[in-house]
């Protein structure tokens, strides 16, 4: 098993930067690929970003691209998002999770192949 906290929320004004980061501990953390998602108030949980294994492969929402980076340290157990340019769209709970996996260059969008998931940090975008 992992456990993951999340850390780095807050209140930005629109325009704005965050960086979020995810720290892991437990099991090997390079055996699992990373992502983050978020969740707005009265939404569905949706898909923001996601890295493989070994940080070579990424992903990211059409909504977010271009403004978000994900990115690991293996060595360091954690897996970051740095968001830029931020919208007041982009309020939410934000959560990192995890996908024990067996390919070291895979990633996915869909939260039900994520087994363990953080308890989130709420990002708030100010007009």
């Known amino acids: 098993q992992v456990q993951l906290v999340e850390s780095g929320g807050g209140l930005v004004q629109a325009g704005g930067s965050l960086r979020l980061s995810c720290a892991a501990s437990g099991r090997t953390f390079s055996d699992y690929r990373m992502g983050w998602f978020r969740q707005a108030p009265g939404k569905e949980r949706e898909f923001v970003a996601a890295?493989?294994?070994?940080?070579?492969?990424?992903m990211y929402a059409d909504s977010v691209k271009g403004r978000v980076t994900i990115s690991r340290d293996n060595a360091k157990n954690t897996v970051n998002l740095q968001m830029s340019s931020l919208k007041p769209e982009d309020t939410a709970v934000y959560y990192c999770a995890a996908d024990l996996y067996s390919d070291t260059y895979g990633t996915t969008d869909d939260s039900n192949k994520y087994d363990y998931w953080g308890q989130g940090t709420q990002v708030t975008v100010s007009s």
């Open positions: 890295i493989s294994r070994s940080g070579g492969n990424t």
